[in-house]
């Protein structure tokens, strides 16, 4: 027996967001995008706030990453990419005329799937961000890596062996040096795409500690497959479907109480 | 309910299921593969270590009486004609017969070309009256006319002729030495010095004649300079006939040593000692002596330069030359090729245009390489060496500097030969770092350049090392294209002296992959060649050897810098 649930999916968003105190971080509006002919994101319109941590959710192909992607313009290296509509950082459009990518990007912090640590040492991996900048000064680069090291609960398992290579450490430990990498470079927005799905359950769990150490110090956008774990790290919750946001709310509310049937179908797992 | 037959599936697999013939197949084929390569190559170093070792000498009286002395080097057997066997016993004859008309022969270097117009001779077995292996017999290795078998009759050491008892082999053997010493100390006043003055005398003309193109032949500059050139050259003379008596001195002195050697046979020659390079007793040559003479043969393999057509003494500019144009290649070639194949993979659109070219330069790697070298003649010798000699070289014209072979065009014309391996393999170098590396870099803030050089291209640096190592290995052993652009047969000077500006990339050289072929092919004779061959291609072998071994030491070195595992 099966029930016909194709519903309409033009409904109007539903918001219900937690609002931040610092007011919105990312401004997307009415964003649209096509890989050649395919469109992947419709009119996708979300503010995310800034200082807190924003989950994004939704099936597999609904457009999360691509959104994420869109964020630092990593899809640019793709043929026959085309956006409309408007994403703005602090009120500056990154899809305007004479954006210059690199600086936008080193606004923006990315941790990937799989831990992509570089062939070098674990140093010079997270000072890498610095050295792109032309960085010499050996206090101030110490002194980052320690920082973020720290920062990304990595530093007192490494700080012995800084100078060893980055490919020598486990996959839980390579992805928190790629967030210690991200962070050295002091971004505003930290993106993270599905940063825990090459990992164990404990270098999970830790990722998510360290997550909710770094909320209130960056503004966290993260992808996710994993509807616990949005339900566990995130204050504001977007669940896209489609190529459309259908609902972006208080995570709370989204998983226990949404406004809509289809958010309600996804997150009690009747489809997706 | 109707009944359904069910699929019935055969429990045990085949022998063709498991691929048991292919596995036997594709085993066999890397057996055969791994035969023929241990096969040549202990067919060449078997040859080639060997062919040093000083062997005993024989001493064959022939049926007829005749008698002969020689190394025994190697023998055949083969099918005498008719002719040739109505001359011999009939034992002889049905002892052939039964042998299905074969008979042996053995080959013996007797040297003494100059007495006799032959180094070699076949003896068939049936000619052979008996052998003997006389211990007063030597073996000498000369500076002109090739080795000489037989045994000193008389010497003169300086005061007078000596003979028999009164000779004592220990004062010869110093007396020798000394003659070597006079002989290495000549050489080097007329090749070196004398050499030297020439080359000043040279280039003062070569000044004023410059000056004679540049302001005019009548004019102030060029008379003003012409003065003082003579000034200078008469100066050069006086040098040059100091040195020049110098050296005639010597060669007086050189001349009273002498030995008059003997052949079996009894027919003498008499010889300047000076002009033996080395003889020893074979016959009652202990271990430990024939030791000492293989290493000096080596030695003077590796150090010295050539005589006697190239098949006596050594390959010294032969090795140089070769060791000189693979680095030179390589050196050209690496930048050239793996910035090309940046631009191919990182930056060009991938595209039809893309693809077109990728095949092209495919394809240009199985161009015959004598095309390259016609190539190579015609571009860089004729055209821009000679445009290079006309703006830079004037007053040497027509004699051309650039505009002909030399070292420098031919590093370049392999480095083009073997710039499509380096291409490909570094294409395929870059393609292989990860996606997500670069995607890394560049969330960093970095830029696309900035990722290649610090991230793209130290990851794929081991893969272009391959490239090149590939790249090296079939440049060292090219020669078709060689003999088109700067390769020779023997290289009056090195391309690399103590003479301003020190490297001479103009100069044609010498080249071991061309010194076989020479050696083997193009010489009087090709059976005192032969065994030099075979030395030659071993040394050959173990220089490209060398130069990988040191590229993939090199390279390992690079992949531990970047050394862990994933997980």
């Known amino acids: 027996m099966s029930e016909a649930r194709q519903e309409p999916v033009d409904e109007g968003t539903a918001y219900h967001i937690v609002e931040g105190q610092g007011g919105t971080s990312l401004d997307i509006e009415k964003f649209s995008l096509w890989y050649g002919e395919a469109r992947a994101l419709r009119e996708v319109t979300l503010r995310v706030q800034k200082g807190l941590v924003t989950s994004l959710i939704g099936p597999s192909g609904c457009g999360k990453s691509t959104l994420l992607r869109a964020l630092n313009r990593m ?28 600086a936008l990007r080193k606004r923006m912090g990315m941790v990937f799937q799989k831990p992509n640590p570089f062939p070098m040492s674990i140093f010079e991996n997270v000072v890498y961000p610095l050295r792109v900048d032309g960085v010499r000064d050996r206090g101030l680069l110490a002194q ?41 470079g002091d971004p505003d927005v930290l993106l993270m795409d599905e940063p825990c799905s090459a990992l164990d359950p404990i270098a999970t769990s830790r990722i998510e500690e360290l997550i909710a150490e770094l909320r209130g110090r960056y503004t966290i956008l993260i992808v996710t497959h994993n509807m616990q774990q949005a339900a566990r790290v995130s204050d504001n919750t977007a669940f896209m479907y489609l190529g459309r946001l259908i609902e972006y709310g208080e995570t709370q509310r989204v998983f226990l109480a949404p406004k809509l049937q289809r958010t309600q179908d996804y997150v009690t797992g009747r489809f997706g | 309910m109707a009944s359904v037959t069910p699929l019935r599936r055969e429990r045990r697999a085949d022998l063709r299921a498991y691929g048991e013939p292919w596995r036997f197949a594709m085993g066999g084929a890397l057996a055969v593969g791994v035969l023929l390569i241990a096969g040549f190559l202990l067919l060449v170093a078997w040859n080639g270590v060997s062919t040093f070792w000083p062997g005993p000498i024989a001493q064959v009286t022939l049926a007829d009486g005749t008698l002969l002395a020689g190394e025994p080097t190697r ?73 000489f078998v037989g045994r000193i009759l008389r010497a003169d050491l300086g005061g007078g002729p000596l003979e028999g008892a009164a000779l004592e082999e220990g004062a010869l053997r110093e007396a020798h030495a000394r003659a070597r010493e006079r002989w290495r100390e000549i050489r080097r006043l007329e090749r070196g010095e004398i050499g030297d003055v020439n080359r000043e005398m040279e280039a003062e003309r070569l000044a004023l004649r410059r000056a004679a193109l540049r302001f005019g032949p009548e004019s102030e500059e060029h008379r003003a300079l012409a003065l003082r050139v003579e000034a200078d050259l008469a100066a050069l003379q006086a040098q040059y006939d100091a040195l020049a008596a110098r050296a005639a001195a010597l060669r007086a002195e050189d001349q009273r040593f002498r030995v008059t050697l003997a052949d079996v046979n009894g027919r003498e020659k008499e010889q300047l000692l000076s002009d033996l390079t080395r003889f020893y007793p074979a016959n009652r040559l202990s271990a430990w002596d024939g030791l000492g003479v293989y290493l000096s043969r080596w030695g003077e393999f590796l150090t010295d330069e050539p005589r006697e057509a190239n098949t006596e ?30 631009y191919l993979r990182e930056y060009a659109r991938q595209g039809r245009l893309v693809s077109i070219v990728r095949i092209s330069v495919n394809n240009l790697a199985g161009v015959p390489s004598i095309v390259y070298g016609v190539f190579g003649l015609g571009f860089f010798a004729y055209t821009v060496g000679a445009r290079i000699d006309e703006l830079f070289y004037p007053e040497r014209l027509p004699s051309p500097t650039f505009g ?16 499509p391996v380096v291409i490909v393999a570094t294409e395929e170098a870059l393609a292989a770092v990860p996606r997500s590396v670069r995607e890394g870099s560049l ?125």
Request: proline share 5%; aromatic share 10%.
């Open chain 1, 144 to 184: 980052t890596a320690e920082r973020s090291l720290q920062a990304s609960a990595l530093w007192d398992e490494v700080k012995d062996r800084l100078h060893e290579s980055a490919l020598g450490l486990s996959g839980g430990q390579q992805q928190r040096l790629c967030i210690a990498r991200a962070i050295a």
């Open chain 2, 313 to 342: 003494g050594g390959v010294l500019p032969a090795i140089f030359g070769t060791a000189a144009m693979t680095l030179l290649m390589v050196v050209a070639v690496a930048p050239f090729g793996v910035v090309t194949a940046l």
């Open chain 1, 75 to 102: 899809n640019d290296l793709i043929d026959g990419l085309r956006t409309e509509g408007h994403v703005r950082l602090e009120g500056e459009d990154l899809y305007g005329p004479g954006v210059d990518v690199i």
């Open chain 2, 443 to 567: 969330a960093c803030g970095a830029s696309k350049w900035q990722t290649i050089r610090r991230i793209v291209l130290p990851q794929a640096l081991p893969g272009i090392m391959t490239g090149l190592i590939l790249a090296m290995a079939r440049g060292a052993g090219e020669v078709a294209p060689l003999m088109l652009v700067g390769v020779v047969k023997l290289a009056p000077e090195l391309p690399v002296d103590g003479v301003f500006p020190f490297l001479h990339f103009e100069r044609s050289f010498m080249h071991l992959g061309f010194h076989i072929y020479d050696v083997g092919f193009q010489s009087r004779n090709s059976e005192a060649g032969k065994p030099m061959v075979y030395v030659t291609t071993l040394l050959l072998i173990t220089l490209i050897a060398l130069m990988n071994a040191t590229a993939i030491f090199v390279r390992a070195r690079l992949k531990r810098r970047f050394a862990g595992s994933q997980f």
């Open chain 2, 404 to 419: 002909t072979g030399g070292l420098l065009w031919a590093s370049l014309t392999l480095a083009l030969l073997t710039v």
């Open chain 2, 75 to 147: 023998s055949e057997s083969y099918r005498p004609s008719q002719e040739l066997l109505a001359g011999t016993p009939p034992e002889w004859r049905e002892r052939i017969a039964a042998q299905d008309g074969f008979a042996s022969r053995q080959l013996y270097r007797t040297g003494n070309y100059d007495l006799y117009n032959e180094d070699f001779r076949w003896v068939s077995e049936y000619e052979v009256g008996s052998v003997s292996y006389p211990a007063e017999l030597q073996f000498f290795e000369r500076v002109e006319w090739g080795p």
